[in-house]
């Protein structure tokens, strides 16, 4: 079976080594699997969310195709594309807008924040959160859902948004699907072994922090920078701790196994700072000094990116204007060239209630109970096997004396009879009135259904 695999990397900055370690570089070691269908693209819509500085943005959008290209992206191979080149993505933004529960938004990680940093500075909630900040998981959604990626790549941190895009796609389904299954249930793809590279100051290396060190910058440019990371005041001949040093945790994600032994004996042996920077920009300069080269060129021929980006708008929109057809023939944006239906012929379409959603992750399975707009109302704990977590969903929606709905702190669990444990639980609520609406929804979804 194919896997098809989606990245996206927004175009706001200057790719550093950070970016290419934890990112590029494993994403095109795993393009090259036999098994993966990988779509690679520049966010530069998720770019005009961050920054409103059209000069940056176009040339991030430069740099970044530049840089993917030159660290060894095989166009032949994956689907390379600008995410502003295929209008489908705007459109299926909207239509997943329209199904998107508003309070699955309000709980985004990232409109939380600003709404919590204002509250702290004595400003309105909203202040200075556009739509764009308040819909952008929306926008991911559509981007992942557009081509039915299994797997997308994240760190932890985006694991949420990753999560939200099957809740919006089981909504649809749910809604349009009539039996179909539009939209395949993507994975968030977290690999542990991805290095996090500390920048200058031995923070985590980010542009917010100005600590990075540009990827493809200069060989001055970047011996200049590595003698900048910060040291102990230990002198030449005194024992250096590798493990505590973040010089050497950048020289490890560079270096062979047998070159990052030797450096940490070296160390331990009292190597001097200014030698191991030396070695470090030996390493880095003959690690990049090759895809530094075919960079630079690019970056002079833009309009050689820019026909390898069009070739690569036209073959993912062989994938998405044929499926966005689908889909509006769905919802019921149909040519009225159509054979159009009585509206009062067949049987009266069944209303749509709560529901229960099964899925599986990190090998256990899980389910979702679900209201008729498509919140999440329960989450499952994790079962060992389909079987018993099919068991408890049937118990919840048999009789309400097999079990009990107990409060816990900001929200509530289910608990069955006979059952220590909770085997669900709400999401946490912040007033007292979003707890009361909340449990009412929740009894009424639970009700056993008439015949």
Same mark, same amino acid.
């Given at each position: 079976?194919?896997?098809?695999? #989606?990245?996206?990397?927004?175009?706001?900055?200057?790719?550093? =080594?950070?970016?290419?370690?934890?990112?590029? *570089?494993?994403?095109?070691?795993? !393009?090259?699997?036999?098994?993966?269908?990988?779509?690679?693209?520049?966010?530069?819509?998720?770019?005009?969310?961050?920054?409103?500085?059209?000069?940056?943005?176009?040339? !991030?959008?430069?740099?970044?195709?530049?840089?993917?290209?030159?660290?060894?992206?095989?166009?032949?191979?994956?689907?390379?594309?600008?995410?502003?080149?295929?209008?489908?993505?705007?459109? #299926?933004?909207?239509?997943?807008?329209?199904?998107?529960?508003?309070?699955?938004?309000?709980?985004?990680?990232?409109?939380?924040?600003?709404?919590?940093?204002?509250?702290?500075? +004595?400003?309105?909630?909203?202040?200075?959160?556009?739509?764009?900040?308040?819909?952008?998981? &929306?926008?991911?959604?559509?981007?992942?859902?557009?081509?039915?990626?299994?797997?997308?790549?994240?760190?932890?941190?985006?694991?949420?948004?990753? /999560?939200?895009?099957?809740?919006? +796609?089981?909504?649809?389904?749910?809604?349009?699907?009539?039996?179909?299954?539009?939209? &395949?249930?993507?994975?968030?793809? @977290?690999?542990?072994? $991805?290095?996090? =590279?500390?920048?200058?100051?031995?923070?985590?290396?980010?542009?917010?922090?100005?600590?990075?060190?540009?990827?493809?910058?200069?060989?001055?440019?970047?011996?200049?920078? @590595?003698?900048?990371? &910060?040291?102990?005041?230990?002198?030449?001949?005194?024992?250096?701790?590798?493990?505590?040093?973040?010089?050497?945790?950048?020289?490890?994600?560079?270096?062979?196994?047998?070159?990052?032994?030797?450096?940490?004996?070296?160390? =331990?042996?009292?190597?001097?700072?200014?030698?191991?920077?030396?070695?470090?920009?030996?390493?880095?300069?003959?690690? #990049?000094?090759?895809?530094?080269?075919?960079?630079?060129?690019?970056?002079? *021929?833009?309009?050689?990116?820019?026909? @390898?980006?069009?070739?690569?708008?036209?073959?993912?929109?062989?994938?998405?204007?044929?499926?966005?057809?689908?889909?509006?023939?769905?919802?019921?944006?149909?040519?009225?060239?159509?054979?159009?239906?009585?509206?009062?012929?067949?049987?009266?379409?069944?209303?749509?209630?709560?529901?229960?959603?099964?899925?599986?992750?990190?090998?256990?399975? #899980?389910?979702?109970?679900?209201?008729?707009?498509?919140?999440?109302?329960?989450?499952?704990?994790?079962?060992?096997?389909?079987?018993?977590?099919?068991?408890?969903?049937?118990?919840?929606?048999?009789?309400?004396?097999?079990? /009990?709905?107990?409060?816990?702190?900001? +929200?509530?669990? @289910? $608990?069955?009879?006979?059952?220590?444990?909770?085997?669900?639980?709400?999401?946490?609520?912040?007033?007292?009135?979003?707890?009361?609406?909340? =449990?009412?929804?929740?009894?009424?979804?639970?009700?056993?259904?008439? /015949?």
């Amino acid at each position: 079976m194919t896997t098809r695999i #989606l990245t996206g990397i927004t175009t706001t900055g200057t790719p550093h =080594l950070g970016n290419y370690a934890g990112a590029i *570089r494993p994403a095109i070691v795993a !393009s090259r699997r036999s098994d993966a269908d990988s779509f690679y693209f520049l966010a530069d819509y998720h770019a005009l969310i961050k920054c409103d500085d059209p000069l940056r943005i176009q040339r !991030s959008r430069l740099e970044i195709a530049a840089t993917w290209l030159a660290a060894g992206l095989d166009v032949e191979r994956v689907t390379f594309y600008r995410q502003s080149d295929i209008p489908e993505i705007p459109e #299926l933004t909207w239509l997943l807008t329209c199904v998107a529960a508003k309070g699955l938004l309000n709980r985004a990680h990232a409109y939380k924040a600003s709404v919590d940093k204002n509250i702290e500075t +004595g400003e309105d909630p909203d202040a200075g959160i556009t739509m764009g900040l308040y819909s952008y998981p &929306v926008l991911m959604a559509a981007d992942i859902l557009m081509f039915n990626a299994h797997q997308v790549p994240v760190g932890r941190d985006q694991i949420q948004h990753v /999560e939200m895009a099957r809740d919006i +796609g089981q909504r649809f389904n749910h809604l349009f699907g009539q039996g179909r299954e539009f939209f &395949v249930m993507p994975e968030a793809l @977290i690999e542990e072994s $991805v290095a996090t =590279l500390p920048g200058l100051d031995g923070r985590k290396m980010s542009k917010s922090y100005d600590n990075t060190i540009p990827l493809f910058s200069s060989a001055k440019e970047m011996k200049e920078a @590595i003698s900048r990371i &910060v040291t102990d005041s230990r002198a030449p001949g005194e024992a250096k701790d590798p493990d505590n040093s973040h010089l050497f945790t950048l020289y490890q994600a560079f270096a062979s196994r047998e070159q990052s032994v030797e450096f940490r004996a070296d160390l =331990l042996q009292g190597l001097g700072w200014g030698e191991a920077k030396s070695r470090l920009f030996n390493l880095l300069d003959a690690d #990049l000094s090759e895809a530094r080269e075919n960079y630079l060129r690019l970056i002079e *021929r833009p309009a050689e990116l820019e026909d @390898i980006l069009q070739a690569g708008a036209e073959k993912a929109r062989k994938v998405a204007t044929p499926f966005l057809g689908e889909l509006r023939e769905a919802v019921g944006l149909r040519s009225f060239r159509s054979a159009v239906q009585s509206a009062d012929s067949g049987k009266k379409k069944a209303a749509k209630g709560a529901r229960f959603v099964s899925f599986r992750e990190d090998g256990q399975f #899980l389910f979702r109970l679900l209201s008729a707009e498509g919140e999440q109302l329960l989450l499952s704990r994790g079962f060992a096997d389909g079987k018993s977590a099919g068991a408890v969903t049937k118990a919840l929606q048999a009789d309400a004396q097999d079990y /009990e709905i107990r409060a816990n702190g900001e +929200g509530f669990d @289910i $608990v069955l009879k006979d059952d220590a444990q909770p085997v669900a639980s709400t999401p946490t609520f912040a007033t007292q009135a979003e707890r009361e609406a909340a =449990l009412a929804a929740l009894r009424l979804a639970l009700q056993p259904k008439s /015949e």
